[in-house]
Every structure is written in structure tokens, then in C-alpha cells.
């Protein structure tokens, strides 16, 4: 007399679908694979086989598949290319046998357009020569290749190369042998366009917290960052035009709070960081130089540098004071100046 009995509703169980390779590489549909860890990239060689393939007949000469098939996976062009596939060919150049210089030397050399596919090619050259620094191999080689990167016009390189150096400083050592290179390309880079170029680049890089933290000599930064200034502080006002010197004054401001606030502060005194910013302000006189500091100096309030306000109040007072006089104090009326220019520091 009873119904048959009612059965809850079959919950429908889905397989989940293999984990995409995080290696970089795509699949036969060109599906993006997933990104691996930060910290596991670059560790890891090429999985598909027919870019192994096509890799070791670049070696031998025969270039054309290895640029189809980097251009084809690489991701571009895109908002962020492809950096695993970036990072696993570096991996997997670096332990090749033979010479892979050649082949290294013709994918810096690509002019392709920051629009095209081919915009891959000396974006994995730039992990390329990272991973032979990392692997101690033809390192000499490797070190002269990269201010050619690091100045590269176009943006999708340079995002490559920052990544590419990123990792590499993550590495014990490399940071201090970054900070070091860093110095002697300001000396020995005769251009300025370039030389404003690879400082810019670089001036960005060693502000990432990631190479903050294996940094071993913070006074060799702060010597970097101030051969920076005093090259920026020597430009002509023709420099204004070049992007490169633009890039140089935007990477300033976050380089410099960065340098302050990884220097630490002892208790009961200044830091030997803080006094050296301090020196920079009172000798700044170059007005674009003046402005990359006062942003540096509103970085420093953030709450994310922990620095005091009275540390900041010290800052700004030795900006303040190195400003050059009016010309006819008495023509100043406080209010009545146009735009950022009423207010000397920020």
C-alpha cells in the first residue's frame, strides 16, 4: 500500500581533465599550458619532442623549424608571452652539447615587430642567456650579449628580459654579480640612449623583492643607484626626448624606497641606507633627477616600506634644502603656482 521508495537524485561524477603541462608548451590545440611555481621555472627542459627535435637541428644550422615552432607556442601577440616556454628552452639549450652561440646570437638579432609571433624569438634568446649564466657556461659570452636585450625599443622584449633576469638573480650569487655588471655597463656603454636603455631595465629588476632578497651587498646597490642618478643628472635637456631616459626616471623612484627600506634601520640611529638617500637629496640639483626622488621619498609613507615619518621628514628636508633659489623671492606668492610645479616635494 505503500509507494515505491524515492531515491535521491544521482550526483553525476566528471573525470577532471589531465593537468596541462606547466612547462610552457601547448597542446595539439594549441591550448596555453598551465604556468608552473615562480620559483620552478627555468628549472625544467622542453617535454614536446618535436621541439627537442627542431632544437637540435638549429644546433646543426638548420634554424627555420625551431622559429616556426617558438613563434607558433610562444603566445604572441599577447599582453604577456609565453615565459615558461621561454624559460624551458633556455633550460634546455643550456645543457645541449656543441656550440649554442650561433644559434643564441641569430635569435638576438631578430628584428621582428612587437606585433608579430616572431617577437618570441629574442625573448627565448633572453632566457637562453640567463640559463648559460646560470650553468656557469660561456658566461663571458652570455654577460656581453644581455645589454643588447636590456635596451631592446620594443616592450615585449623587455618584459622577456626582466623576467629572464628575475630568475636568474633569484639564484645564490647572481643578485651581487647582477648589481656588479650593472656598474660596469654604465662605464663601459658609450651611447647614452642605450646606456639609459639598460639602466632603465635594470634599475627595475634589482627592485623586485624577489632579487631584494638574495641581494648579499646592499652598499653595492646603493653605489649602482647612485651611479644612475649622477648619469641622469648629466643628461642635456635634449635627453627628454629619448624614451629610454624616460624609463630611467620612472624606474628610479621604486628602485630608490626599495634600496632605503632593504637596508634596514638600527635601533637608535640612522640607517646607513637612509643616510645615503639623504646624501643624494642634498646634492640633487637636476630638476627631473629632483622630481625621481621626491616620488621616491612619497613611496617611503607607504606602509609597505616601514619607514618612519620621521625618516621622511628628513628626506624631505634635504631635498627641500639642495633646491636652487628663486631667482626674485619676492615675486612668489604661496597658491598661486600652476600644477605639480607649486610643489617642490611631494
Not at 634546455?92 to 643564441?104: F, T
Not at 616572431?118 to 650579449?145: H, K, V
Not at 651581487?176 to 635594470?202: H, K, N, Q, S
Request: hydrophobic share 40%; charged share 25%; proline share 8%.
Amino acid at each position: 500500500m505503500y509507494g515505491a521508495p524515492v531515491m535521491p537524485p544521482r550526483k553525476e561524477t566528471r573525470t577532471p581533465p589531465p593537468a596541462p603541462d606547466a612547462r610552457g608548451e601547448r597542446g595539439e590545440r594549441g591550448e596555453r599550458g598551465e604556468r608552473g611555481e615562480r620559483g620552478e621555472r627555468g628549472e625544467r627542459g622542453l617535454k614536446s619532442e618535436a621541439l627537442k627535435q627542431a632544437l637540435a637541428a638549429a644546433l646543426q644550422g638548420r634554424r627555420a623549424n625551431l622559429e616556426v615552432l617558438l613563434a607558433r607556442h610562444g603566445g604572441m601577440p599577447a599582453p604577456r608571452p609565453n615565459l615558461e616556454l621561454a624559460a624551458a628552452f633556455g633550460t634546455e639549450l643550456a645543457s645541449a652539447p656543441g656550440d649554442v652561440l650561433p644559434l643564441l646570437e641569430h635569435l638576438t638579432r631578430s628584428d621582428a615587430a612587437p606585433d608579430t609571433a616572431e617577437i618570441f624569438l629574442p625573448i627565448a634568446a633572453a632566457y637562453g642567456w640567463s640559463a648559460l649564466i646560470r650553468t656557469r657556461r660561456d658566461t663571458a659570452a652570455a654577460w656581453e650579449a644581455l645589454p643588447e636585450l636590456l635596451a631592446d625599443e620594443r616592450a615585449p622584449v623587455r618584459l622577456g628580459v626582466r623576467d629572464a633576469l628575475v630568475q636568474l638573480a633569484g639564484q645564490p650569487g647572481q643578485a651581487d654579480r647582477l648589481v656588479a655588471r650593472g656598474l660596469a655597463w654604465l662605464t663601459d656603454i658609450e651611447d647614452r640612449d642605450p646606456r639609459f636603455g639598460v639602466a632603465a631595465l635594470l634599475t627595475d629588476v634589482l627592485a623586485d623583492k624577489t632579487v631584494l632578497a638574495n641581494l648579499g651587498d646592499a652598499a653595492a646597490l646603493r653605489a649602482y643607484l647612485s651611479a644612475v642618478l649622477a648619469d641622469a643628472s648629466l643628461a642635456p635637456r635634449t635627453a627628454s626626448r629619448m624614451e629610454s631616459y624616460r624609463r630611467v626616471l620612472a624606474a628610479l623612484p621604486r628602485a630608490l624606497a626599495a634600496a632605503v627600506s632593504h637596508g634596514g634601520a638600527p635601533t637608535g640611529g640612522a640607517s646607513a641606507a637612509e643616510a645615503w638617500l639623504v646624501e643624494e637629496c642634498g646634492r640633487a640639483t637636476h630638476p627631473p633627477v629632483r622630481d625621481a626622488l621626491s616620488s621616491a621619498i612619497a613611496q617611503l609613507r607607504l606602509p609597505a616600506h616601514g619607514q618612519g615619518a620621521g625618516v621622511v621628514s628628513g628626506l624631505r628636508k634635504a631635498l627641500q634644502q639642495s633646491a636652487k633659489p628663486p631667482r626674485d623671492p619676492t615675486l612668489i606668492r604661496p597658491g598661486l603656482g600652476r600644477g605639480k610645479r607649486s610643489r617642490p616635494i611631494k
